[in-house]
């Protein structure tokens, strides 16, 4: 598969929760909704991405700030098989979120890594085209992000519950193909949740996460794991 998928519009919301309060949420979850299919034994994979920026932390900074209208790029791969890697774009507006992705090779994102990125815009495909045209401005591979999520879904309202636990960095960019090439944990002892959904969130939802004493937030893995280069 090769053609970029086309964005959509979603609601998105993330706590930070305690272990204690992480303990009992899964439980609930567990009895009431269906695990991610995707994840191994135990209901759990892990997530790598890359993320991109400017020299001047233009995504860092926009997000510390608090801007409606921002963007970022970032490659991801899950586990430890780097044969399945996304390209994604990451736009938020209004308090809305899309998520564009495009397929990329092994051997592409390694390119792409040693600034060989020419077979971006000759790819033809709209993603790749658009981040060529911003690594030409400036934009590059900036932050290894690493942490173990268990997901749930829900059909009705296209509802996708995460639970990402272990948040850790790699040392660079070059850290990325490497699993097992991690820093440090940058937040232990916690974890984040993220609730995500279409037009509506349905009401056993909204009861089903409520964690007393929490609010939404504008949590972010990239700006957390940032703190600590």
Not at 50 to 68: C, H, S, W
Not at 130 to 155: H, I, N, W
Request: charged share 30%; hydrophobic share 35%.
């Amino acid at each position: 598969m090769t053609t970029d998928r086309p964005p959509v519009w979603r609601h998105e919301y993330k706590h930070w929760i305690t272990p204690q309060e992480d303990w009992v949420l899964t439980r609930r979850l567990e009895r009431l909704f269906e695990a991610d299919r995707h994840a191994g034994p135990g209901g759990v994979y892990r997530v790598n991405s890359l993320y991109f920026d400017t020299p001047a932390d233009t995504a860092l900074r926009q997000k510390l700030d608090g801007v409606d209208r921002r963007e970022k790029f970032r490659l991801r791969y899950y586990g430890q098989d780097t044969g399945f890697l996304r390209l994604e774009k990451k736009s938020k507006q209004n308090g809305l979120c899309q998520k564009q992705s495009a397929r990329l090779s092994e051997e592409e994102v390694r390119l792409l890594l040693a600034g060989q990125i020419d077979f971006l815009l000759h790819s033809g495909r709209p993603l790749l085209v658009e981040l060529y045209s911003k690594m030409r401005a400036g934009l590059r591979p900036r932050t290894v992000v690493c942490y173990d999520r268990q997901a749930f879904v829900y059909r009705p309202g296209n509802v996708r519950i995460t639970l990402d636990r272990a948040l850790r960095r790699g040392n660079g960019p070059a850290d990325f193909l490497d699993p097992e090439a991690l820093a440090c944990t940058v937040a232990p002892g916690g974890t984040i949740l993220e609730v995500k959904y279409d037009a509506f969130l349905p009401d056993l939802v909204r009861m089903a996460v409520q964690v007393p004493g929490r609010r939404a937030g504008a949590w972010s893995k990239y700006a957390a794991c940032r703190k600590w280069e």
